[in-house]
DNA sequence: TATGAATGAGTCTTCATTCAT
DNA sequence: AATGAATGAAGACTCATTCAT
């Protein structure tokens, strides 16, 4: 809606932002209420539609805001490193170390992914973020290191690794997230057997 | 509500659970309303609340119903197999089939993975499920089939495989269930390279 | 909304119609809310959304079911009778006395004449019964009885007297209507001079 | 608010209240938030709170104004003429022309008489030029030029016939005012008969 | 003078649920 | 078993107005 903030604006964009993140993280999205974010924050409710257009523009805003932190810290674990299985690799980790340090996010994610209205909003990160991993995945084809098999899904099936295990050994046990790391690598890249 | 219902009961009852089903899957659990059900069934709004204490009870029907049926499913498929890697690879097809004959419920178990009130109730659901898988993996690994690495995490693993393909490939791309299958087994199995 | 009302619901119905029509002419729409009206019935809220969608088509509806009483009086009052200076001169009358029949929608014509959602319901009445003047002026004018100018011009003028005349004479005055439909027609027929 | 203007000031005021008076005609006054008006104008909300107290006083600044540049153009048209009926005919050739080079206040005038607030202020100017138009039939019923009827009516059937063919003709179908203002005198001043 | 930010009462509307018949 | 009607709390959002700077 705004274009130009004052300093004094955007920090208050970016307060409502993480206010109403946590508690969309704590009690969901639809239970909470625009008042119990600009509640939370202390200030009237104007203040809210000052700053965004509606509820769903703000949840919009922190997905593709989270995307793009999420984006930025895979490319920057990948930046230089050539051999594609070893992007993969510290692709995987960079995902997993990301959620960790932004749990709330995971939540609100999930919650966005079983909605209508934000599904096409992720489909569309996904799709940004499973086309990095295709790349990798083909190169690894031509390399030999990785065996020929639809790129697609592949990448598909690592990114389904991830997300569960995000979920349930991140979100949900707590362990650390080299150990998650580590088994979701050997998982995806040398399967179960043995 | 009721206990015993007459058989003209127990189908209306199917009917409104079905009707539900449609709907949610269509819009969405809470863009549907209660008269939309009522109204696609073609009945007053008194007959929901003769069957159903409320719509989260229905859904939670729904939810449970979902996973009795896919659990038979499952389990009919391992029958009588003793290799725990086969059982392990027949379970991803029978699941892969059973969401691909139950496209619907997809949508609704996602919504409810999204949502603070139906979370745990799918979150016994996978219990049990995993009880299954992991069971399977010990076996493997005991056999000296799989890896020794911690079951429960490479049990989420599949999980996520599966969740993930069904998602894209099934419910997405509308693959045939076999093809699928046959990739969610090979990375699982084998994963990334060679 | 409804079709098929029982008849407490026809009744209710009519209830908040009527309700409505008070306090829209008494107060304005705009300061008149739906709160008021419900209260005003004595029922709750949701009352008012089972029997009309919108705050907005309540007030089309006031509009389209009056001007249908208006026309209906109209033509009872001209039934039968041929010569139309004779008509124009008894639909001047039946109009009058409609009017001061039901005040309170003068106030509410004359609010939605005024508002671009509701001007386009109005214009469509007026055209109608601007029809029917049309007419009785074309006739008079073959059988020589009516000065051959613009008839629809003439009819807009024959509409602009009784509208002024309605509002400043009955409304406002409290003259009885005999008096001010004499004098409208007195004027309509022969003009200021002599 | 203020009294003494800079002559900054007072363009500044000009250009809020056009901007205003085009808004409010394009759009009505309600569904035209200040937030628009500043907007248009290019200036901080704080800007319109300067000029005028609020939103209401700046529609009622609108016409009051509107009314001067009315009352002042009919003047100059029967300045120096004493036929009253060529006065008759000539404010209403004044009048008509200034609406059609005044189009978007008629809009502005119609919603403000269908509201509550509004409508004494223009009932006041109404009174003042109807006085005009009374002293001017009385002179023509005393000179014998015109009927002996109630000169309060007959002034309101005028502003009746005007008002109508103002909206019509002008508004609506444009026509040339030369040609509407004839129309208009000649049914005033003859009525329909010959 | 002017601005961006803030206020908060007030509006319409939705909908799960209950009730009288 | 079933219906149409009723309830009313709750929610999102608007906007005239005010304030700090």
Redo the contacts with the bound molecule.
């Keep these: 809606m705004?274009q130009e903030?004052?300093a004094?604006?955007r920090e208050?964009r970016g307060q409502l932002l993480a206010c109403a993140a946590r508690l969309f993280a704590e009690q969901g999205y639809h239970?909470t209420?625009?008042?119990d974010i600009v509640a939370a924050v202390g200030?009237?409710?104007?203040?809210f539609?000052?700053y965004f257009a509606?509820?769903?523009e703000l949840l919009a805003e922190l997905l593709t805001a989270s995307n793009r932190s999420l984006r930025k810290c895979q490319q920057a674990a990948i930046a230089g490193v050539d051999d594609p299985v070893r992007r993969i690799e510290l692709g995987i980790g960079a995902t997993l170390g990301w959620f960790a340090a932004h749990r709330d996010y995971f939540a609100i994610i999930q919650f966005a992914a079983g909605d209508e209205k934000f599904a096409p909003v992720l489909a569309h990160n996904r799709e940004v973020s499973l086309a990095d991993t295709i790349r990798h995945i083909k190169e690894g084809i031509v390399d030999g290191r990785i065996a020929d098999r639809d790129p697609e899904m592949l990448a598909h099936a690592i990114h389904g690794v991830v997300a569960e295990c995000t979920q349930h050994a991140l979100i949900g046990a707590d362990m650390p997230v080299d150990e998650v790391s580590e088994l979701c690598v050997s998982f995806c890249l040398d399967g179960l057997r043995r």
């Design positions: 705004r903030l004052t004094r604006g208050r239970p209420s625009v008042a200030v009237g409710k104007g203040v539609y000052w509606s509820k769903d």
